[in-house]
């Protein structure tokens, strides 16, 4: 059962998705009992069991529906109706089977290394993110600066967004040394399809970006799901009470979202 526990984190980590199926209850004949697990994957393939044939079959479809949400459900499931009896199963109980959708660990991706990312990134830790720090200047992203930070990157803006997995559970910050480097970040941040992308900067600021993308032909729809100016309105002004105001806002998407809002 250990294997089922390390693959559960292996997944998240990767950023994909699984559903957990495990036998919480028995009553009569049954082919396993309480304890029994089975990971199973998008693609239909399967890690353990929890008996085979109908109960199995039952479970997996109820599973595979489940992929990419966030309600686990209890299935009570017969083994005497007539459907079990087709299958070949003549154990005459009843099982209950808990299934969970397994999700990945959310990501923080943090453009600019300054005083507020120092912040950030230590409650973004805190609070379980998968924490990547980039910046452009080696002597801002290095891990003595960030020891917290899961992954540093110290290179160009344009050489780090052609490459850098972005997915539905991820968060982008955008906190770079300035206005041009703020603006070319969201440009590209708001083709991802991360579920948070805040920009720092006064209303001025942001609104002079905007008009800018919007000249590039991106809908005002689009760039109204950014969170700009960032954080939520607690009257901060140090770098740490603005890392405080920009968690709070991630954690109220986070939990509003569930992480299975797809942009």
């Not at 154990?91 to 990501?107: K, L, S």
């Not at 917290?148 to 910050?173: H, L, W």
Request: hydrophobic share 45%.
């Amino acid at each position: 059962m250990e294997d089922i526990f390390e693959e559960i984190v292996a997944l998240r980590r990767r950023g994909e998705q699984a559903v957990l199926a495990t036998v919480v209850n028995t009553n009569g004949s049954v082919p396993r009992q309480a304890g029994a697990k089975m990971l199973i994957l998008p693609s239909g393939q399967i890690m353990g069991t929890v008996g085979g044939g109908f109960l199995e079959h039952q479970v997996m479809e109820k599973a595979i529906k489940l992929i990419g949400g966030s309600e686990p459900k209890l299935m009570h499931i017969e083994l005497t109706n007539e459907d079990a009896s087709k299958e070949g199963m003549i154990c005459g109980g009843t099982v209950d089977v808990f299934v969970e959708p397994i999700t990945p660990f959310p990501a923080l991706l943090i453009f600019g290394g300054g005083h507020i990312s120092f912040f950030l990134a230590r409650m973004g830790k805190m609070l379980g993110f998968h924490v990547v720090v980039i910046d452009d200047r080696p002597e801002y992203a290095n891990a003595e600066r960030f020891p917290d930070a899961d992954e540093i990157i110290a290179e160009e803006m344009n050489s780090v967004m052609k490459r850098i997995d972005v997915r539905y559970s991820s968060y982008i910050v955008i906190v770079t040394r300035g206005h041009l480097n703020d603006a070319q970040v969201l440009e590209w941040a708001i083709t991802t399809p991360a579920v948070y992308v805040g920009m720092i900067g006064s209303k001025k600021k942001v609104q002079a970006i905007f008009s800018d993308l919007e000249t590039k032909g991106i809908p005002r729809e689009r760039l109204s799901l950014v969170h700009a100016p960032i954080g939520l309105a607690i009257g901060s002004e140090t770098p740490e009470e603005i890392a405080v105001s920009i968690i709070a806002e991630i954690i109220q998407v986070y939990r509003k979202s569930d992480l299975i809002r797809k942009v």
